[in-house]
């Protein structure tokens, strides 16, 4: 890259990378291409990759190897998570390179770390920024199936399958992902201590578990970054104990240790007892399903087995999710509605197991989208059709 086009770079950092490609550049001497992808990316940085956005000299892919790369956030979990499974911590492999954020965080756990990605430009960008983010990673740019048949025994492989067949379609099957993990199991785990996969979000983690086969998988992580799943991590060894399922969202880690989680339901026939609190399941809880786990370490109960809502009569500040105050509860009766909506003119709305949409309940209710209150539409464990209006306290 010329002093020219990096000063147009600088120059044009926060501007509409549209609006620059249609008024163009008069300057030949600039690489106006380059310079609009590197906008482009430096932009899309600032709000994935913090630490890389404030890093002078730094080269961006083309636009997908950035869409599709991890965030900052998920990548300092997975760091951390290195650390914590890893007491030799000599080398990590990483096979499957892409942009090479995991990597550029993972290695701090490591005395060294190599990156391997077949694609040549993309190996470029990274080779060139890894200089300055993690100078004890070594790059090789070929197959990560080829590398694979000569690697000696390391510390820890890491892989994030590629989820797109060769028409560019998606695909969220660990069988249909490049490379196929399952056919590489074996080699894998006789290579290295720990292996670590990144699966896509889309999956059952219980049939993750399955195929990968339940006696080499020691621990699911299910990953949410403000509430929205964003990956599943599967950790690997020769022989794995009891199975570790691990709920993530942001700050917020819950650890369940069972053999096979299970979806909970109610013992009890009764009609459920709504209480003073109500709490929503984050996102990790919600993909993970454990919600009989929920109830025996947070001691709430659920409204009922299809609405994925606890309740309590006492608040649980370590609940993993988001928890409210009850103000009121009303039927669908017009009577009942209007005196429990006497003063709200507008409210968030969430339904969970209700036979109208959120949209169509706002239009029913003539509520505008707002402000503290909140109403949770849902269906008890009797069948009745309920509103439970809120207030949050977290």
Not at 187 to 210: G, I, T, Y
Not at 313 to 329: D, L, S, V, W, Y
Not at 364 to 393: M, P, S, V
């Amino acid at each position: 890259m010329n002093d020219k086009t990096r000063d147009f770079i600088e120059q044009n950092s926060h501007a509409d990378v549209r609006q620059l490609a249609l008024k163009g550049c008069r300057d030949k001497d600039v690489d106006f291409a380059l310079a609009l992808r590197q906008i482009a990316g430096l932009q899309k940085a600032r709000q994935k990759l913090p630490s890389w956005a404030a890093t002078d000299g730094l080269l961006y892919p083309q636009h997908l190897s950035l869409e599709q790369c991890s965030s900052e956030q998920t990548a300092l979990y997975k760091k951390n998570l290195c650390r914590r499974l890893t007491a030799a911590a000599e080398r990590l492999v990483d096979l499957t390179g892409g942009f090479g954020v995991d990597i550029s965080f993972m290695s701090q756990a490591f005395k060294e770390a190599t990156y391997v990605e077949q694609n040549e430009e993309l190996f470029a960008v990274v080779k060139h920024n890894m200089q300055q983010l993690a100078p004890n990673v070594t790059c090789t740019c070929g197959d990560g199936v080829a590398v694979l048949h000569q690697l000696e025994h390391v510390s820890m492989i890491y892989m994030d399958p590629a989820r797109r067949d060769t028409h560019g379609a998606r695909t969220y099957g660990i069988g249909d992902c490049t490379p196929n993990v399952l056919e590489l199991r074996d080699e894998l785990l006789q290579k290295a201590d720990v292996v670590v996969l990144k699966l896509s979000p889309m999956l059952d983690w219980r049939k993750a578990v399955e195929d990968l086969g339940p006696q080499y998988v020691s621990e699911v992580h299910i990953v949410s970054a403000q509430n929205e799943c964003k990956e599943l991590l599967i950790v690997m060894r020769q022989q794995a104990e009891a199975l570790q399922l691990y709920c993530v969202n942001d700050e917020q880690v819950w650890l369940v240790s069972a053999s096979a989680p299970t979806t909970m339901v109610p013992s009890t026939d009764e009609p459920a007892e709504i209480g003073i609190y109500l709490y929503e399941p984050n996102a990790s809880i919600m993909k993970a399903g454990c919600f009989a786990e929920v109830e025996k370490a947070f001691g709430v109960k659920q409204l009922a087995p299809n609405s994925h809502l606890f309740t309590s009569n006492e608040e649980r500040p370590q609940f993993p999710g988001r928890r409210f105050r009850i103000t009121a509860a009303t039927t669908m009766n017009k009577k009942e509605l209007k005196a429990a909506l006497a003063d709200i003119t507008k409210a968030n709305i969430s339904v969970r197991n209700f036979p109208l949409s959120a949209v169509q309940l706002r239009q029913r209710l003539k509520l505008k989208d707002g402000g503290d209150h909140y109403i949770f539409a849902t269906t008890l464990r009797n069948g009745q059709h309920t509103l439970l209006i809120c207030q949050r306290t977290s």
